[in-house]
């Protein structure tokens, strides 16, 4: 991993709010010229500090579906059943995000789903196979709270 100055840092910073914005106003706002902004953002995509870009899709104007929080309990934590676990999750597609964790479960676990019935299947057929797994703790979200603060910049 590269050491990040300022620069980069703020690079980083206003690309998480737009990745679309246009090199040219990314460097006017950083007070680069076009050139050196475009060569500080392909040094840190090289060196993995930019691992790549994302759409993120409004649930309300696309397909309706639930994001669901899942905690996992492991039965033990010892670095063969972390490495067991996560290398199992990472065969499957249907967990978009996966963290390890302090404090009360060992991961959060994110998956999209579009109905309580998908859900169960995604539990059954893949939530429940994960290896060490002792406990499983599931929260349907509601609604996304910072999807609003995403509309409003777009404007």
């Known amino acids: 991993m590269m050491a990040l100055d300022n620069i980069d840092r703020n690079i980083l910073r206003l690309l998480r709010v737009d990745a679309r914005v246009s090199n040219a106003k990314l460097a006017a706002e950083i007070g680069l010229s076009p050139s050196a902004c475009l060569r500080r953002i392909k040094l840190m995509e090289k060196a993995g500090g930019i691992r790549g870009y994302t759409a993120l899709i409004d649930a309300t104007q696309s397909e309706s579906t639930i994001a669901v929080i899942i905690n996992i309990t492991l039965e033990r934590q010892t670095e063969e059943y972390l490495d067991r676990f996560e290398a199992a999750v990472?065969?499957?597609?249907?967990?978009?995000?996966?963290?390890?964790?302090?404090?009360?479960?060992?991961?959060?676990?994110?998956?999209?789903?579009?109905?309580?019935?998908?859900?169960?299947?995604?539990?059954?057929?893949?939530?429940?196979?994960?290896?060490?797994?002792?406990?499983i703790h599931s929260s349907f979200s509601i609604r996304d709270v910072l999807a609003a603060r995403s509309k409003q910049r777009s404007k």
């Open 90 to 135: 990472r065969r499957h597609p249907e967990i978009r995000e996966c963290y390890l964790m302090t404090g009360g479960s060992d991961y959060m676990l994110r998956v999209d789903v579009e109905n309580a019935g998908a859900f169960e299947r995604i539990h059954k057929e893949v939530l429940s196979t994960l290896p060490g797994v002792l406990r």
